[in-house]
């Protein structure tokens, strides 16, 4: 055991008991985990320089991070009349990403494409609780914006895995190998929904969830990290597996706080009780602040970048205006644009592949950083405005929410 990583432990540990005696401050733990290792990293104070041992625990945490990223997406969300909006305001961004990309190229930014990459995800885990706490999560307008998000970060992992990842098959042969990905995936799928359906098998499995055997949270590790490596085989960053393995364990299971109301509370345990929050102190650590602030082309970055994660994921929500009504609808733009860990993620990447400079990931991250502490509370106020409006209507009377 490490010193360090007791330090880092003890962060952890502390950052949600200061929050929670401080619940009229705003901020997600996930940011005041980053800002935190930065203090403690060698950045500030040097107290703590990541070692084997949190180094490895961070790789697992990111990879739960990701699994729980896609245990989030819930496919039914894109069914329908919601689901082809979802595909029209994804295409724009995919469109609007990929115009970045050629100005970040064309301006001499290291890793522009990956940098533009990175803009087409937003944080469903942190936008949900701001839904949540507006009352809009179950609302039309809370629908779009979590169906929106999902299609964002599913599109963000496919990209990064297709296009960054560290192989020299050409695009076509990753295509292939993707497909096969997916086929790997549904036999996985089948077998084990044919399992659940052998009455034996099914309740073995039941009978040892709760137990010390904790079955089900060990196969889910399991499959974690036996597709993450399958990816890794592929030829595919290794994210593409946790999160794929995500979405499958959420497809096979649409509804676990019905059918297994623990499975969904152990896996948080798990993750955020322990992993994630190991990957989020550590990547505090690692990020070059003094590189950033020192840098004013890199600073200058921050408010250019904070601007394209407005235009390639806010721009493009517009087009479900038609839905709702203006304040809502500035809402969703503003909450589609709220992005943080993936930011981080793609920053790790990308300094351990050699691609993004140590300044241009801090740049990013810092941008992360001020969507995350800008946009939710506007888009709270608007949210709640809109409700309050709603509730003031006579009785009987209904809204346009055509009219903006």
Not at 59 to 83: M, N, P, Q, T
Not at 221 to 227: E, I, K, R
Request: glycine share 12%; aromatic share 4%; hydrophobic share 60%.
């Amino acid at each position: 055991m490490s010193s360090g990583l007791v330090l880092v432990l003890a962060v952890a540990a502390a950052i949600p008991l200061l929050l929670g005696l401080v619940p009229r401050l705003p901020l997600p733990g996930a940011l005041v985990e980053i800002v935190a290792g930065v203090v403690i990293g060698p950045s500030v104070l040097g107290w703590v320089h990541p070692d084997e041992t949190i180094r490895a625990l961070s790789v697992l945490g990111l990879s739960f991070l990701l699994f729980l990223a896609g245990f989030e997406v819930d496919v039914r969300r894109f069914r329908g009349r919601v689901g082809r909006q979802v595909l029209t305001a994804l295409s724009g961004s995919l469109l609007l990403a990929g115009g970045a990309g050629v100005i970040f190229n064309a301006t001499g930014m290291r890793g522009g494409v990956l940098v533009a990459i990175a803009l087409l995800a937003t944080s469903l885990g942190l936008i949900v609780p701001v839904l949540a706490d507006a009352g809009a999560l179950h609302r039309p307008v809370g629908v779009l914006i979590v169906a929106g998000a999902s299609a964002g970060e599913v599109a963000a992992v496919v990209a990064l895995s297709l296009g960054v990842a560290g192989s020299d098959i050409p695009l076509a042969g990753r295509l292939l190998l993707l497909g096969l990905l997916l086929v790997l995936l549904v036999l996985v799928g089948t077998v084990v929904l044919g399992a659940e359906h052998v009455r034996r098998v099914a309740a073995l499995v039941d009978r040892l969830a709760d137990t010390s055997a904790q079955i089900r949270i060990r196969l889910t590790v399991l499959l974690v990290a036996g597709v993450a490596l399958a990816a890794a085989g592929l030829g595919f960053e290794a994210i593409l597996g946790a999160f794929l393995a995500g979405v499958l364990v959420r497809t096979l299971d649409p509804e676990p706080e019905v059918s297994h109301p623990r499975y969904p509370i152990k896996l948080e345990a798990v993750g955020f009780g322990l992993l994630i929050p190991v990957f989020f102190v550590t990547s505090g650590m690692t990020l070059d602040i003094g590189g950033l602030i020192e840098d004013p082309s890199a600073l200058a970055g921050v408010p250019l970048l904070v601007a394209a994660l407005l235009i390639v994921r806010g721009v493009p929500a517009l087009v479900f205006g038609r839905e709702l009504p203006r304040s809502e609808l500035l809402a969703t733009c503003l909450l589609q644009a709220t992005s943080l860990p993936f930011l981080l993620t793609i920053s790790q990447i990308g300094i351990e592949m050699g691609v993004l400079e140590r300044t241009t990931a801090a740049a990013l991250v810092a941008a992360g950083i001020v969507s995350v502490l800008v946009f939710p509370p506007i888009a709270l106020r608007l949210l709640a405005s809109a409700s309050d409006a709603s509730s003031a209507l006579p009785v009987g009377s209904t809204v346009d929410v055509r009219s903006r």
